[in-house]
């Protein structure tokens, strides 16, 4: 069964930290995706990965940046936390054009 | 770029109601498509997908999903829903053979009354 992970379930940061989510899979997915839930919104997407050290931005990049040194490994940074960026984050990986894992998701508030 | 409407933002049934989740996309190629679903406090999971084949697709929990080519639709549907169908439902869409990067709709948030 794949398994998908997070490294944290919540999170409680200051306005201007510099926060990592990690994101870790186990079935060797090419595909690896950053998504953040917010009620009303759905999922939007922040950045996607399609291999190692590739990227690529989706909606809403602006306030992020990503890793991705190591296949089974995506990491989501933000680089100087703001309020509006406190949301659920949600980590999933899939085959090309198969079904997303998702994770547990992480809940982040940022004060 | 796809997109994807979801009409029904939040639902509220009875047990024993029949559910129908509307889902249309805006996109003119081949597509993936796929229900997901989220329990309270649990991850998303896959429901049911359709890539090719029969329109008629059917899931897990006793849901089924018809894709209408002619009018981009791919509405979810349950003949009889249990309180433990309360959850949200996102449709989401990809690109057959382009770059998979899935389109999510804004979900329905679905509450069972027992």
């Known amino acids: 069964d794949v398994k998908v992970t997070q490294s944290s379930r919540y999170l409680v940061k200051r306005t201007g930290e510099k926060v990592f989510l990690e994101c870790v899979q186990d079935m060797d997915h090419e595909n690896m995706f950053w998504y953040r839930q917010d009620p009303g919104l759905g999922l939007r997407l922040i950045y996607f990965?399609?291999?190692?050290?590739?990227?690529e931005k989706g909606d809403i990049p602006e306030g992020y940046s990503v890793s991705r040194e190591k296949k089974e490994r995506f990491s989501l940074i933000l680089e100087s936390a703001s309020t509006n960026q406190t949301s659920m984050y949600l980590c999933?990986?899939?085959?090309?054009?198969?079904?997303?894992?998702f994770g547990p998701g992480t809940r982040l508030t940022v004060t | 770029a796809q997109s994807v409407s979801q009409h029904n933002h939040h639902v509220i049934l009875s047990e024993a109601a029949s559910l129908e989740l509307g889902c249309n996309y805006s996109y003119g190629g081949t597509v993936n498509l796929f229900w997901y679903v989220q329990y309270p406090g649990q991850h998303l999971q896959l429901l049911l997908k359709?890539?090719?084949?029969?329109?008629l697709v059917k899931g897990i929990k006793g849901f089924e999903a018809e894709f209408i080519k002619s009018k981009f639709s791919f509405n979810l549907r349950k003949p009889s829903v249990q309180w433990s169908d309360t959850a949200e439902y996102f449709c989401?869409?990809?690109?057959?053979?382009?770059?998979?990067?899935?389109?999510f709709g804004r979900g329905t948030s679905l509450i069972v009354h027992p």
């Open positions: 990965s399609y291999d190692v050290k590739m990227k």
């Open positions: 359709y890539f090719s084949g029969d329109p």
């Open positions: 999933a990986s899939s085959p090309p054009g198969g079904k997303q894992y």
């Open positions: 989401a869409v990809n690109a057959s053979g382009g770059s998979y990067i899935p389109t």
